[in-house]
């Protein structure tokens, strides 16, 4: 791996939400009447009544945590103000930023269009852009909201630019799942930038080859009419609405047993086929206490035994634990009592099984301490128990499921911040070998 060194540029504001208003009036070219002003101020102020303010990204690229690649020499940088937008074409700044010889600029956001000599004089492999967008999905403006008005995931996008507007050679794309208000998806898009970037960067460091060269064919997405803002929010309204109508009603049902059958469960049927008919909750009754529930349910045989495990939610330690449940009969499908089988300080879902070797392992969801390895085995009183084989990954990550292919074992998994993003690892052996992450996969929810 090569050490690049760079230059974060991007533009800053005392006034975050006048720099997008005035971004996206910039790329559109529009006159916005008095009407329409009003209309869209008031459709911003009714979202945020509905759904909450947005988290506050006051800088899209976090300099501190490209600062902390190992390959890379972080060497400045640099806030553009809205009065600098002939930046780019400054042949004071080209000179001045060529004499540092650097490897890459990094343009996290920033005024104007990229056209100048930079593009080709200011550092050694161009300038590493961020897009807002999708190449598939959209371009244009305002961030965030077409995604939401489509009911479409939101894409991120990482180039390095070439002279066509928009055009390039992709490095990286993310796809994220859209939030429920345009406000809400553009704080949600910005606060992915940073590891976006990261991506990038890391990528160029390792000489890997880009994603493809590509423009953007279809047309530029404007700034949305009166109606169609109209539009959005009584669609918001409605969502709000039912949203709103299924907690009061599960607040009144709480505790009966159709209440039971309004969150979630694990049914099991002698008969699938037949829709609705002979389904049994596996933990019916009084086997759950009240408005605790179950959910992911995997079945595995461990030493000539049959079981069921599941991530049990418990409502009075506000967190899941992963619990398991013997199938005492396999032709009627009955279940003997939810037992523990992982507890932790932090919620556990997801419990992945696998056979290896005559030996059984799960591989559960963790939301704070990576995802570990468990050895199964039945104990004292015919119980299942889980012990800790060893540690796969730190950090947070989601939905962990294994594939064996060609005596190597996949391991896929979704980042915790990020779950519309899947990352592989393989390994020979996932229960006596390391785990080593692939070239980027990426993948739309």
Same mark, same amino acid.
Request: charge should be neutral.
């Given at each position: 791996?090569?050490e690049?060194?760079?230059?974060?540029?991007?533009?800053?504001?005392? *006034?975050?939400?006048?720099?997008?208003?005035?971004?996206?009036?910039?790329?559109?070219?529009?006159?916005?009447?008095?009407?329409?002003?009003?209309?869209?101020?008031?459709?911003?102020?009714?979202?945020?009544?509905?759904y909450?303010?947005?988290?506050?990204?006051?800088?899209?690229c976090?300099?501190?945590r490209l600062?902390?690649?190992?390959?890379?020499?972080?060497?400045?940088?640099?806030?553009?103000?809205?009065?600098? #937008?002939n930046?780019?074409?400054?042949t004071?700044?080209?000179?001045?930023?060529?004499?540092?010889?650097l490897?890459?600029l990094?343009r996290?956001s920033?005024?104007?269009?990229?056209?100048?000599?930079?593009?080709?004089e200011? *550092?050694?492999?161009?300038?590493?852009?961020?897009?807002?967008?999708?190449?598939?999905?959209?371009?244009?403006g305002?961030?965030?909201?077409?995604?939401?008005?489509?009911?479409?995931?939101?894409?991120?996008?990482?180039?390095?630019?070439?002279?066509?507007?928009?055009?390039?050679?992709?490095?990286?794309?993310?796809m994220?799942?859209?939030?429920?208000?345009?406000?809400?998806?553009? *704080?949600?898009?910005?606060?992915?930038?940073g590891?976006?970037?990261?991506?990038?960067?890391?990528?160029?460091?390792?000489?890997?080859?880009?994603?493809?060269t590509?423009?953007y064919?279809?047309?530029?997405?404007?700034?949305?009419?009166?109606?169609?803002?109209?539009?959005?929010?009584?669609?918001?309204?409605?969502?709000?609405?039912?949203?709103?109508?299924?907690?009061?009603?599960?607040?009144?049902?709480?505790?009966?047993?159709?209440?039971?059958y309004?969150?979630?469960?694990?049914?099991?049927?002698?008969?699938?086929?037949?829709?609705?008919q002979?389904?049994t909750?596996?933990?019916?009754?009084d086997?759950?206490?009240?408005?605790?529930?179950?959910?992911?349910?995997?079945?595995?045989?461990? #030493?000539?035994?049959?079981?069921?495990?599941?991530?049990?939610?418990?409502?009075?330690?506000?967190k899941?634990?992963?619990?398991?449940?013997?199938?005492?009969?396999?032709?009627?499908?009955?279940f003997?009592?939810?037992?523990?089988?992982?507890?932790?300080?932090?919620?556990?879902?997801?419990?992945?099984?696998?056979?290896?070797?005559?030996?059984?392992?799960?591989?559960?969801?963790?939301?704070?301490?990576?995802i570990?390895?468990?050895?199964?085995?039945v104990?004292?009183? #015919?119980?299942?128990?889980?012990?800790h084989?060893?540690?796969?990954?730190?950090?947070?990550w989601?939905?962990?499921?294994?594939?064996?292919l060609?005596d190597?074992?996949?391991?896929?998994?979704?980042?915790?911040?990020?779950?519309s993003?899947?990352?592989?690892?393989?390994?020979?052996?996932?229960?006596?070998?390391?785990?080593?992450?692939?070239?980027?996969? *990426?993948?739309?929810?």
């Open positions: 791996m090569s690049l060194t760079l230059i974060i540029i991007q533009h800053v504001s005392t *006034s975050r939400a006048q720099v997008h208003a005035d971004q996206s009036v910039r790329a559109t070219g529009l006159t916005i009447d008095s009407l329409g002003r009003v209309v869209k101020k008031a459709c911003s102020v009714f979202e945020m009544v509905l909450g303010r947005a988290r506050d990204h006051p800088t899209v976090d300099p501190e600062a902390r690649l190992k390959s890379d020499k972080l060497r400045g940088h640099i806030n553009l103000s809205q009065r600098r #937008e930046f780019w074409s400054d004071e700044v080209t000179s001045d930023l060529s004499q540092l010889e490897d890459l990094v996290c920033g005024l104007g269009i990229e056209r100048g000599p930079l593009l080709n200011g *550092s050694k492999r161009g300038i590493l852009s961020l897009h807002h967008g999708y190449n598939d999905l959209n371009r244009g305002p961030v965030g909201y077409w995604e939401v008005h489509y009911r479409e995931p939101s894409g991120i996008t990482a180039q390095i630019l070439n002279r066509e507007l928009d055009g390039g050679t992709i490095i990286s794309q993310h994220i799942r859209s939030a429920q208000a345009p406000h809400l998806n553009r *704080s949600r898009i910005y606060g992915h930038t590891q976006v970037i990261e991506h990038a960067v890391g990528k160029i460091a390792q000489e890997e080859a880009p994603v493809e590509d423009l064919f279809k047309d530029i997405l404007k700034e949305p009419k009166v109606a169609q803002r109209i539009q959005l929010n009584a669609r918001l309204v409605s969502a709000y609405t039912q949203q709103l109508s299924g907690r009061i009603i599960r607040k009144a049902l709480r505790g009966s047993r159709l209440h039971r309004l969150i979630w469960n694990v049914f099991a049927s002698t008969n699938p086929k037949r829709r609705f002979n389904w909750p596996v933990c019916a009754g086997r759950l206490v009240r408005d605790d529930w179950i959910a992911d349910p995997f079945a595995i045989t461990v #030493e000539g035994k049959h079981f069921l495990i599941c991530e049990h939610w418990v409502m009075a330690h506000t899941g634990q992963i619990a398991a449940c013997e199938i005492t009969d396999l032709e009627r499908l009955t003997g009592p939810l037992n523990p089988l992982i507890t932790n300080k932090k919620h556990l879902s997801y419990p992945y099984t696998f056979e290896r070797s005559g030996h059984a392992f799960v591989i559960p969801e963790n939301q704070s301490d990576g570990s390895l468990y050895r199964l085995s104990g004292a009183g #015919e119980q299942l128990e889980a012990d084989d060893r540690s796969l990954l730190s950090g947070y989601v939905d962990p499921s294994l594939i064996r060609d190597t074992d996949y391991l896929f998994v979704s980042e915790g911040n990020s779950s993003v899947l990352r592989l690892f393989t390994s020979a052996d996932i229960t006596q070998s390391p785990l080593t992450e692939q070239p980027y996969v *990426s993948h739309r929810n």
